[in-house]
């Protein structure tokens, strides 16, 4: 019998998208450290997180950005109406039949706060970057899930991450709650944490 025929084709970030009451986040690509930073943000605000790629710089503003992330926005981020369909440029690879399940819709405008959590294994510490931006009206030419962000000193931001080993994704959460993170994480954890 060929097993094949019963998988069910649907993108596993239908159910990351799906926030539950409980607003227990979780990412694809097995980034543990990335999901921690969600949570983080979930508890410092009771409200969804969402993780993104830090992607192209917006036109020719160097303090804008494309945010996205295989399109697994809570559905608190979407200003409007939701679509829920295919992963357009995955579905070009795999099928567009194999990646259903992605939000599509424009995020709504407004504040925001990001964070991250890495760990350097060779010395065995824990590090992060944490700062505020916004969310911005900014029209972007493509379907899904996109989050055009407004960042302060968005390349400098870049160039400490390079330089010091951060993953490409970053957690975001609606609102500034940055000093709540701030107080935890060098306080009581005493990670090392720059504010950007």
Request: proline share 5%; with cysteine; aromatic share 8%.
């Amino acid at each position: 019998m060929n097993l094949r025929k019963f998988r069910i084709n649907c993108n596993p970030l239908k159910v990351m998208e799906r926030s539950p009451p409980e607003l227990m986040p979780s990412a694809c690509e097995v980034d543990v450290t990335g999901v921690l930073s969600m949570y983080a943000l979930v508890l410092a605000t009771g409200t969804p997180s969402a993780l993104l790629d830090w992607n192209n710089n917006y036109g020719e503003d160097r303090n804008m950005m494309v945010g996205t992330h295989c399109s697994n926005f809570p559905k608190s981020f979407v200003q409007n109406e939701i679509e829920i369909g295919t992963l357009d440029i995955l579905g070009t690879v795999l099928g567009p039949e194999n990646t259903f399940g992605a939000i599509k819709g424009k995020v709504a405008a407004g504040p925001l706060t990001y964070f991250r959590l890495s760990t350097d294994d060779p010395l065995g510490l824990v590090k992060g970057y944490l700062g505020h931006g916004e969310i911005t009206d900014d029209p972007y030419g493509k379907d899904g899930g996109i989050a055009v962000c407004r960042i302060d000193r968005l390349q400098e931001l870049m160039k400490f991450m390079c330089k010091n080993g951060f993953e490409h994704h970053v957690a975001m959460v609606r609102g500034h709650v940055a000093e709540i993170i701030e107080e935890a994480i060098t306080n009581y954890l005493g990670w090392e944490l720059y504010i950007h």
